[in-house]
């Protein structure tokens, strides 16, 4: 049986009823895969090799549980694969810990498969990666700029400006030329203009939903529609947001094409793309969720297609 190593948060800072790491960790244990834990405080180099420090996972009660007891160094080569599953903000600790993975990529083994592969993680920002399709993205500027600021405020009227590293929403906020104190608002948030945020036009129809589409290995396998609160514009669903059954359109399926070459290329195997009025937001390469909305709305048991696909990945 294959030995699956989670670097996840801690379970005690997970919701355990709609986690997606969580479903995936339960599923391998349920198909009896040697499952594993570790946080990135774990992952050492000690002596030029790359040392996990891994607990093992188990069922108890039908319920998750890491036996800390068990907790033993193991070389990342003892996994044949290697979720990343912790949850941004992306710092220099997530970076640092990207680049301790990544000595493995220098191993004689093929092993482990890293689902998402580290480089690509380090190399492609979530909310950045979108401009590399520009034609399914809205108008966006990424500055720290006041000139070019007022300038895209001016030609876009209303705008949503975002942290470039942030998650689940944190830090997402509106604004419009009458915008009271606008200025210093901008000013704050960019740290005295010297620190990049992204401005993009704001699009009236995520009043219809903000659309989260799960891929595996470039090919899409479901997605869920999230319908903001009445006077909202922000679709998070742990912010309160609706989860709505979804199908994909014709050209969701066009932009999931188009992603797929670079997806496989980069090595991101299990991806979350977020669409908004057929625009194209996000990709989300660090620990997309949405897995028990889509299978609760659409029937799916998208975990076990996970699984099916690693197996065959790693045969």
Known sequence: MPVILFQMDPLKKINKETDSTYLLALESIKRGYNSMYCNPRDVSINHGKLIIEASDMKLKNSELKINKSTKRKMNISDF??????????????????????????????????????????????????????????PDTTITCKENIITSFIKKNKKVVVKPLYEKGGDGIFMINERTKNLRTLIKRNTENFTKPLIFQKYLSAVKKGDKRILLINGRPVGCVNRVPLKGSFIANLHLGSTAKKANLTNKEIQICKELKPSLIKNGFFFVGIDIIDQKLTEINVTSPTGIKHINELSGLKIEKEFWDAVEQKIS
């Open 80 to 137: 044949d694969v290697v979720l990343i599953r912790q949850d941004p903000p992306f710092n220099m600790e997530y970076i640092t810990n990207t680049y301790f993975l990544n000595i493995s990529s220098h191993s004689e083994t093929n092993k482990p498969f890293f689902i998402n592969e580290p480089r690509g993680i380090r190399n492609f920002s979530e909310k950045i990666y979108p401009l590399y399709f520009k034609r399914f993205i």
